[in-house]
């Protein structure tokens, strides 16, 4: 298995710059051999905004980007791509557009089978997982279905949020929402990244990464806390 | 038309027990012609502890209650039904339930044609809009569709939220999904009830209730505040 992933929770942490909290880990991953990313901005309305947010901090970091929205052929843009980040917005749209272009099966095959190493960040994350059942989007779309890439066999939730015990809202908390998730039946394993987590996969090992604890939700078993360095290979092995 | 229909935004506010603040508002809505409520609990795991805690409230209220998840045949429950309470939980999880039993067109059929009365609450208010695309609940399963039930021709979001100010998390803000929303071609206006509000349909009249304003989002503008006692009846015949 060639698998390389980096699965952030956020792009941008409060007060810091675009990417700015994970770019030594997004050098470290994407390393001297990659040239070109490819970008993928369908989370977001205004695509040409995102690649030129997106463009200048991959510049600044030593690697060209293209962006698949002014590509002629989308498929062909994924098959020659050396490196792909998917980014934040909407995971509702991202994954329709994603199906739209038929690029769900080409981008799996090409980051399993050719070891293309995949970045995403929120709703990036979410769509490279098994479905996008955890992300925290709201549906403005409608996608033909809720499986997503499929790249890792458990669930992301990111930006997870702790309960706010002071709080007066009653809407379900997000723990709440995941417990609901796994109310359902044969629902796999779901991993909360808090803001400033992020998940590095390399083959079949699995590592937490970054500066914020992540909440592992097990179906069936209380939810437990991992720190930064927590191996969580398990997870891509694990059926449930 | 006949119909009628009373969408509650949440059933508890905090500090208060279940459907305590707007119970006023139900004995008016239901009256005393009305003597059999059906509730509907799909929206729930637990259906038979969902029963319990609403046929409570409405045996309270002078109303008994009958739970669809106990009727031999949920079609012929709606067609004998004289009010319909459809209440909260996970919104996905309610409108495929509903798909999955040949309800949706039922329940539209008796509350347009015949005038049954709809109470719906946070949930069970989503699904009777003509889509679930503004829901703040997480695709824990896969409905069919997002259209619903269609009651009125545009969106509610319930448990609607202001940005808070002095958050550090970087989670879109409600007011942001919204307009993610609205970026999508031919949206709808989304009434955002906050929490304590009602709004109150009577044929082509709607009226906002409760203790709390409502923000209405219309595609292409800003943002508006409504008092309780504001006339929606506008949002009725619009077919944006
Ligand atoms: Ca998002
Ligand atoms: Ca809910």
Redo the contacts with the bound molecule.
């Keep these: 298995m060639k698998r390389r992933l980096l699965l952030v929770s956020n792009s941008t942490l409060h007060g810091e710059g675009y990417l700015q909290h994970c770019q030594q880990h997004i050098r470290d991953f994407f390393g001297e051999k990659v040239t070109r990313i490819l970008f993928i901005p369908y989370a977001l309305h205004d695509r040409d905004a995102y690649a030129k947010t997106a463009r200048q901090k991959f510049q600044s970091l030593g690697y060209e980007l293209d962006s698949i929205h002014e590509a002629p052929n989308p498929v062909d843009a994924v098959r020659k791509a050396q490196g792909i980040f998917i980014g ?4 509702f749209r991202l994954l329709k557009t994603l199906y739209d272009h038929n690029l769900v099966s080409e981008i799996k095959k090409r980051v399993l089978e050719d070891g293309v190493p995949y970045m995403g960040s ?2 990036g994350t979410n769509v490279s997982t098994v479905s996008i059942c955890t992300t ?2 709201m549906p403005i779309v409608c996608p033909p279905t809720l499986t997503a890439i499929g790249l890792v066999p458990f669930n992301i939730n990111p930006h997870y949020l702790d309960t706010d015990p002071n709080s007066r809202h009653m809407g379900e908390t997000r723990e709440q929402r995941i417990m609901q998730y796994h109310e359902e039946p044969d629902t796999p394993s779901v991993l909360g990244l808090r803001e400033g987590s992020v998940l590095l996969v390399e083959g079949n090992k699995a590592t937490l990464l970054g500066t914020t604890n992540a909440c592992l939700f097990i179906r069936g078993k209380p939810a437990t806390q991992h720190e930064p360095g927590a191996d969580f290979s398990f997870l891509l092995t694990d059926t449930n």
């Design positions: 934040g917005g909407n995971t929120s709703a925290n989007d």
